[in-house]
């Protein structure tokens, strides 16, 4: 089992920014993809950013040259520094990571989420 942790979520102005992180511990041999994904109000869950285990990032339409994805393999880290933050990037924050177990099954986990509220 691996646990995610996510942390940094908070109200804010718009125009301002925030980092999100999300800290992976357990049964870890390796990580593959580390991905965050929101879900605005009534909105379905959506891709924001994502990093492969060799650095290459991708990210949505939405977001992009806003959002910037990074990843510790060290610390087993995936952070979302959020910036020029809008009103409708409110939402819930899930981090989404791909681990290889030390026994070599391979799945992905979702963190619990952390909301980041963006005021106007």
């Known amino acids: 089992q691996v646990q995610l942790v996510e942390s940094g979520g908070g109200l804010v102005q718009a125009g301002g920014s925030l980092t999100l992180s999300c800290v992976a511990s357990?049964?870890?041999?390796?990580?593959?993809?580390m991905c965050w994904y929101r879900q605005r109000p009534g909105k379905q869950r959506e891709l924001v950013a994502e990093?492969?285990?060799?650095?290459?990032?991708t990210s949505g339409a939405a977001v992009k040259g806003r959002f910037a994805i990074s990843r510790d393999d060290v610390r087993d880290t995936v952070s979302l520094t959020l910036s020029r933050l809008k009103p409708e990037d409110t939402a819930v924050y899930y981090c989404?990571?791909?681990?290889?177990?030390?026994?070599?099954?391979?799945?992905?986990?979702w963190g619990a989420g952390t909301l980041v509220t963006v005021s106007s």
């Open positions: 357990g049964d870890i041999g390796s990580i593959d993809a």
């Open positions: 990093i492969a285990s060799g650095g290459r990032t």
């Open positions: 989404n990571v791909v681990v290889r177990a030390l026994r070599g099954d391979t799945r992905d986990y």
